[in-house]
């Protein structure tokens, strides 16, 4: 069942969902629109390969149908919109699959459905309005930002914390943010900088500021709206006439000529050489950040970036799933998911444990093609 509390009911609203759906992802028709919901308010709406699985395909489905004219995409509850993929599952799965053991498909599974899901919702050519009320990370992040309009409110938290983890910024994440104003999205790779409404209106991620109490309203325009013209012109109307106050001026503005400065290199190390150059309370506090942070998945994500900026998405998308691969054969993925989400000490044991130990061929590796075993699309 839909949240009530926190998603579009009443007249008009037809629900969709077939009788052994676990009702972790629901869908509604609301006159000419398409409403999703990501129903794991507990799990703060965390994508599973089971909601993947629902998605994909009634996306498709509509992306055809000539009845549907926008797809609305909210989370459930009053924490987030999606806080990011199920990691312990595919963790658990990665670690059968390094062991040969049974259960290890999902590791290769979960990326490649889950990375077909966000190109399709790039090649929408109907508009897609992702409602980011609350924490927006990782997975969240690919449902969202490939999308026509991302509408943030005052309640959101949005980042991509992955080299934290001991990953990297993927679902898409090789495409938009090479794409941010200058060194922007290269700072946010590397430091999984946590952003709210206003910064990521100034680093392009996001398109459209509302507060959180009239994101109801902009559903109910939207399903009654008028969809005889251009779609997006249609939404963006409704979201003009929803509009109350401002983000406020973004943080990220005051230290942007920094950021550019200390982030433009071509290697990790520079850039923490760089940012002890600057001294400034910022830099201490961005070089402690990195620190942090896995040595493989920084240097890694610096390479990832820099190549993502001549990339098409589909061909962003196909190299992001060969490092999904190789992450998962790799040892930090594991322990950054022990230290933050299982023992949650926050201290984890990185391997190779300092920049200087890893390698050129340890980067590269990274990006090797799988073969037969490379993301393809279908259509």
Same mark, same amino acid.
């Given at each position: 069942?839909?949240?009530?509390?926190?998603? +579009?009911?009443?007249?008009?609203?037809?629900?969709?969902?077939?009788?052994?759906?676990?009702?972790?992802?629901?869908?509604?028709?609301? %006159?000419?629109i398409a409403v999703v919901t990501l129903d794991r308010?507990?799990?703060?709406?965390?994508?599973?390969?089971?909601?993947?699985?629902?998605?994909?395909?009634?996306?498709?489905?509509?992306?055809?149908?000539? /009845?549907?004219?926008?797809?609305?995409?909210? &989370? /459930?509850?009053?924490?987030?919109?999606?806080?990011?993929?199920?990691?312990?599952?595919?963790?658990? /799965?990665?670690?059968?699959?390094?062991?040969?053991?049974?259960?290890?498909?999902?590791?290769?599974?979960?990326?490649?459905?889950?990375?077909?899901?966000?190109?399709?919702?790039?090649?929408?050519?109907? +508009?897609y309005v992702a409602l980011l009320d609350g924490i927006?990370?990782?997975?969240?992040?690919?449902?969202?930002?490939?999308?026509?309009?991302?509408?943030? #409110?005052?309640?959101? @938290?949005?980042?991509?914390?992955?080299?934290?983890?001991? @990953?990297?910024?993927?679902?898409?994440?090789?495409?938009?943010?090479?794409?941010?104003?200058?060194?922007? &999205? #290269?700072? @946010?790779?590397?430091?999984?900088?946590?952003?709210?409404?206003?910064? #990521?209106?100034?680093?392009?991620?996001?398109?459209?500021?509302?507060?959180?109490?009239?994101? &109801? %309203?902009?559903?109910?325009?939207?399903?009654?709206?008028?969809?005889?013209?251009?779609?997006?012109?249609?939404? !963006?109307?409704?979201?003009?006439?929803?509009?109350?106050?401002?983000?406020?001026? +973004? +943080?990220?503005?005051?230290?942007?000529?920094?950021?550019?400065?200390?982030?433009?290199?071509?290697?990790?190390?520079?850039?923490?050489?760089?940012?002890?150059?600057?001294?400034?309370?910022?830099?201490?506090?961005?070089?402690?950040?990195?620190?942090?942070?896995?040595? #493989?998945? @920084?240097?890694?994500?610096?390479?990832?970036?820099?190549?993502?900026?001549?990339?098409?998405?589909?061909?962003?998308?196909?190299?992001?799933?060969?490092?999904?691969?190789?992450?998962?054969?790799?040892?930090?993925?594991?322990?950054?998911?022990?230290?933050?989400?299982?023992?949650?000490?926050?201290?984890?044991?990185?391997?190779?444990?300092?920049?200087?130990?890893?390698?050129?061929?340890?980067?590269?590796?990274?990006?090797?093609?799988?073969?037969?075993? !490379?993301?393809?699309?279908?259509?």
């Open positions: 069942m839909t949240d009530t509390a926190n998603s +579009p009911s009443g007249a008009g609203s037809t629900p969709e969902n077939g009788p052994d759906s676990r009702h972790e992802i629901t869908f509604e028709r609301r %006159g000419a308010p507990k799990a703060l709406n965390a994508l599973t390969l089971g909601m993947i699985r629902e998605f994909d395909p009634r996306l498709a489905g509509w992306a055809g149908d000539p /009845a549907v004219k926008a797809i609305v995409v909210q &989370g /459930a509850g009053d924490r987030a919109f999606c806080a990011g993929g199920d990691v312990r599952a595919v963790a658990d /799965a990665g670690r059968a699959l390094k062991e040969g053991r049974a259960g290890g498909d999902l590791a290769s599974d979960f990326f490649r459905e889950e990375y077909v899901l966000n190109r399709r919702i790039h090649a929408l050519s109907k +508009p927006t990370m990782g997975g969240g992040v690919g449902i969202s930002v490939p999308g026509s309009h991302r509408v943030v #409110t005052e309640r959101t @938290l949005f980042a991509m914390p992955e080299t934290g983890i001991g @990953l990297f910024p993927d679902v898409g994440g090789s495409w938009y943010l090479p794409r941010c104003p200058g060194e922007i &999205g #290269t700072y @946010l790779a590397l430091t999984g900088a946590r952003l709210h409404a206003a910064d #990521t209106l100034y680093a392009g991620l996001a398109t459209h500021y509302l507060p959180s109490a009239a994101v &109801g %309203g902009l559903v109910d325009a939207l399903a009654g709206a008028d969809w005889s013209g251009d779609g997006r012109a249609v939404v !963006d109307e409704a979201l003009a006439a929803a509009a109350g106050g401002s983000a406020g001026e +973004p +943080p990220l503005a005051a230290h942007r000529e920094a950021i550019d400065r200390c982030f433009r290199f071509d290697s990790v190390e520079e850039i923490c050489a760089a940012l002890e150059k600057d001294g400034t309370d910022w830099a201490v506090s961005t070089l402690k950040n990195l620190s942090q942070m896995s040595p #493989t998945s @920084l240097k890694v994500t610096l390479r990832q970036v820099r190549l993502g900026k001549n990339l098409s998405f589909d061909d962003a998308m196909i190299m992001e799933y060969r490092m999904s691969q190789a992450f998962i054969r790799g040892d930090d993925f594991y322990e950054g998911i022990r230290a933050l989400l299982v023992d949650k000490d926050r201290s984890p044991r990185w391997r190779p444990a300092t920049l200087a130990e890893v390698g050129a061929a340890d980067v590269e590796r990274h990006f090797a093609p799988l073969g037969d075993r !490379d993301l393809g699309f279908a259509d």
